[in-house]
């Protein structure tokens, strides 16, 4: 069955940097893009960055555009998110997702002083 792995989050002062590492296993992983959703206290879950089968094409959020960078290493079944000026607004829990349905149980990103 389909298993997403989130890891790296944690507590971070603001304009610092975070990298995200999910790992998934029960798929044939280079075959699908990925994705980074994030889901803050009372807010709706939303897409952070999504990122091609070969890691040709990547998108993000306008949120993050310039600060955060997704990647992948499809021969370690790993995708990434590197958080690099971190605001407080970034604070959410923070999930891997593969095809819109299949979701990792996601990892706290607190951005606080």
């Known amino acids: 069955q389909v298993q997403l792995v989130e890891s790296g989050g944690g507590l971070v002062q603001p304009g610092g940097s975070l990298r995200l590492s999910c790992v998934g296993s029960?798929?044939?992983?280079?075959?699908?893009?990925m994705s980074w959703y994030r889901q803050a206290p009372g807010k709706e879950r939303e897409l952070v960055a999504v990122?091609?089968?070969?890691?040709?094409?990547?998108n993000y959020v306008d949120s993050v555009k310039g600060r955060f960078a997704i990647s992948r290493d499809n021969g370690r079944n790993t995708v990434y998110l590197q958080m690099n000026s971190l605001k407080s607004e970034d604070t959410a829990v923070y999930f891997c997702?593969?095809?819109?349905?299949?979701w990792g149980q996601g990892t706290q990103v607190t951005v606080s002083s």
């Open positions: 997702n593969l095809l819109s349905n299949y």
């Open positions: 990122i091609s089968a070969r890691a040709d094409n990547s």
């Open positions: 029960g798929f044939t992983f280079a075959d699908y893009p």
